[in-house]
């Protein structure tokens, strides 16, 4: 009994945690970045896939590790570029759209994959991002260890949230991105053009996401297998609506559910097979769904989400 | 500038051409991404077409593929109607297979006139329930039904591999995570003496007819129409919502449930947790092709199918990955939504205005 405690006191359950968490980060702050403007964008699965598949390949084929994370990011905003201009002028169903994409940057992906590696047995592998060394804090005992199991990608995405919740909050930038997502009239009378911020912050959080993908490829793995986002996606979407869109909750929200996910496996070793691997492997999307339940009621969404826009027209 | 003048009605004729249009702008876009990989695009398409539809065998195996899609484009076409975002059929296909084999594989001995009828209802009724926990969520709590129904798809899957290795792992099974077959007295017949095709194309089409009466002639289905088109207008009319939405979500679940039975007891025979590869997730893009029509859901699938057995055929053939299929389904998918635009709009290209 009192091991499933003392998983808590391990600094390399603390470690899990964070990396488990990082590609969340990305993904949440991509999504409600998306949907701050008032766009659902369901293409986030495929998104990471494609960002995964991309950010890898280059790396593989001689860029540098940074030139990996650029080129995910390039490869997200294309396809954040597809979707909002599917369902910001022209105003189709974001939901159906969203499906869509995910279904295009998936197959793209998988498809660019199989050309360029047509009979592999075990996927070819990249050199990855090192552990980070730290100066001093590197060298404390607890705190040491759970950075020496983190990478330079992974304050990347802590960086990100500072940057996201700054522009947001405090530039007129983000106060536009926030109108356009609340009251879109209100942005035209300014003299603002909505389909361009709702477009562009589509982009962005589409990038924003396949980091999260490349976070993956690059720093927790070494290569890209088919299936390796398992869902993650869906998560971000349901993080998203659980952070109430404030960049700070998502942070809390996905390094709460990395603790979740590695505590379960930590605790799948612990009951040595008594209960079969698949109930815990069921929790973190048991979780996800519970924490949108509990907060769906008094959930603020952003008011214009999902209602296209349409210039003189109520 | 563009302008999107709304159409009183829509001309017959763009209803059967925006579909077809949107297969073809998918199939020549999809060339884009074979003439990259350096493939011969035009062989490539016409061994895709020959592998699809060649010959007798090729069409009944394409028939075969349309069967569960057939079921689940129809679980998605009755729910998007009525703007209820149902992306778990995959889950509930699964959740309607494990009912297949629970009942069919040994607990109940019965005749086939019997047996089967029972094996269908158990399984459209486990499609059904597992529907109606979102559809509650969502009216109860106003927690979004596209997100649970998505996350619920990965834990019926675990929870299938679960039974699989454990409760329901077939002894004779070789040690590998199976079921038990289902009798024969549960298994639907073939159509054909030694094709793969089954009773379960002749259920499917039937389920179409009936929905397509069911949608289009009878009381409920215009209130589920007119929830779809104003959920808010409706509720000030009085008709009753939340009952609405959940007869939707117990007729799409239960139809997602009837796909996983009808691969099971018409095809596989037994369970395995790599059943469906994305069969609720096609059916998505099977339903918005068929605008949402019942009678367009079939040859929707039957040609979404056929994307999938002819990619397969070309792929063996000269070795592009078969993940072409998938590439076909998506551009499908975003054409045909473009595509929507023209029945629902007439575009007019107008001189800038001055504001």
Not at chain 1, 169 to 175: I, K, Q, S, V
Not at chain 2, 256 to 284: H, M, N, R, W
Request: proline residues 5%.
């Amino acid at each position: 009994m009192w091991d499933a405690f003392d998983i808590l006191l391990q600094a390399n359950f603390w470690a899990a945690t964070i990396r488990i968490a990082t590609p969340l980060i990305f993904g949440v702050l991509g999504a409600l970045l998306c949907e701050r403007a008032g766009v659902l964008n369901l293409g986030i699965e495929g998104i990471f896939v494609a960002g995964a598949m991309s950010g890898w390949l280059a790396v593989y084929l001689g860029l540098p590790l940074w030139g990996g994370v650029l080129m995910a990011a390039l490869v997200g905003a294309l396809f954040g570029l597809i979707h909002g201009v599917l369902t910001v002028p022209l105003g189709l169903s974001q939901h159906v759209t969203g499906i869509g994409v995910t279904l295009l940057a998936t197959s793209v992906a998988y498809f660019g994959y199989r050309v360029a590696f047509p009979n592999v047995g075990t996927p070819p592998r990249i050199e990855p991002f090192p552990p980070l060394d730290v100066p001093v804090l590197g060298d404390l005992p607890f705190i040491g260890t759970i950075l020496s199991q983190q990478s330079a990608f992974t304050v990347l995405a802590f960086i990100c949230v500072g940057l996201v919740a700054f522009v947001l909050a405090r530039t007129p930038l983000g106060l536009a991105i926030r109108a356009v997502g609340d009251n879109p009239e209100a942005v035209e009378a300014q003299g603002l053009s909505v389909v361009g911020l709702r477009i562009g912050a589509v982009m962005a959080g589409s990038a924003l996401m396949a980091l999260g993908g490349a976070f993956l490829t690059l720093s927790a793995f070494n290569a890209f297998y088919f299936g390796m986002i398992n869902g993650r996606g869906w998560v971000c979407i349901a993080l998203t609506v659980f952070a109430s869109w404030r960049p700070g909750k998502a942070l809390i929200g996905a390094l709460l559910f990395g603790a979740l996910d590695a505590y379960q496996l930590r605790l799948q070793t612990i009951t040595g097979g008594a209960v079969p691997s698949q109930i815990f492997l069921m929790l973190p999307y048991i979780f996800s769904i519970a924490a949108l339940v509990l907060v769906a009621r008094r959930a603020d969404y952003p008011r214009a989400l999902m209602k296209p826009y349409f210039k003189g027209q109520r | 500038m563009i302008r999107f003048i709304p159409r009183e009605r829509t001309p017959v004729w763009l209803t059967v051409a925006v579909p077809v249009g949107a297969g073809l702008v998918a199939l020549l876009l999809t060339s884009i991404p074979l003439m990259l990989a350096g493939a011969p695009v035009l062989e490539a398409l016409v061994l895709m077409a020959k592998g699809a539809a060649g010959n007798g065998f090729a069409l009944a195996e394409t028939l075969t593929r349309a069967t569960p899609l057939i079921f689940t484009g129809l679980a998605a076409a009755v729910a998007f109607r009525a703007k209820l975002w149902n992306i778990g059929a995959e889950g509930q296909l699964y959740a309607g297979a494990l009912a297949t084999v629970a009942v069919g594989a040994g607990l109940i001995e019965a005749p086939a006139y019997v047996l089967v009828p029972l094996v269908l209802i158990a399984a459209a009724l486990a499609g059904a329930a597992l529907l109606l926990v979102p559809v509650l969520f969502k009216t109860r709590f106003g927690a979004d039904e596209v997100v649970v129904t998505l996350l619920m798809n990965f834990i019926v899957l675990l929870f299938v591999q679960m039974m699989l290795e454990g409760p329901m792992k077939d002894e004779m099974g070789m040690g590998w995570p199976q079921s038990a077959p289902v009798l024969d007295e549960a298994t639907l017949p073939k159509l054909v003496m030694g094709l793969r095709l089954h009773w379960g194309l002749v259920l499917a089409v039937l389920a179409a007819s009936g929905l397509h009466v069911f949608i289009n002639r009878t009381v409920w289905g215009f209130r589920i129409r007119a929830v779809g088109e104003n959920a808010r207008a409706a509720r000030y009319a009085g008709l009753p919502v939340g009952k609405a939405m959940a007869l939707v979500g117990l007729i799409s679940g239960g139809l997602a449930g009837l796909a996983g039975a009808s691969e099971v007891a018409g095809l596989k025979g037994y369970l395995t947790s790599d059943l469906s590869p994305g069969f609720g997730y096609a059916g998505i893009v099977v339903a918005t092709l068929a605008n949402l029509s019942p009678l367009g859901v079939i040859p929707s699938a039957i040609f979404i199918a056929g994307v999938f057995v002819g990619a397969d055929s070309m792929s063996r053939a000269i070795g592009v990955s078969n993940y072409l299929a998938d590439l076909v389904v998506a551009f499908s998918l975003l054409s045909v939504l473009v595509g929507g635009l023209l029945t629902r709009f007439r575009i007019r290209f107008v001189r800038r205005e001055t504001a």
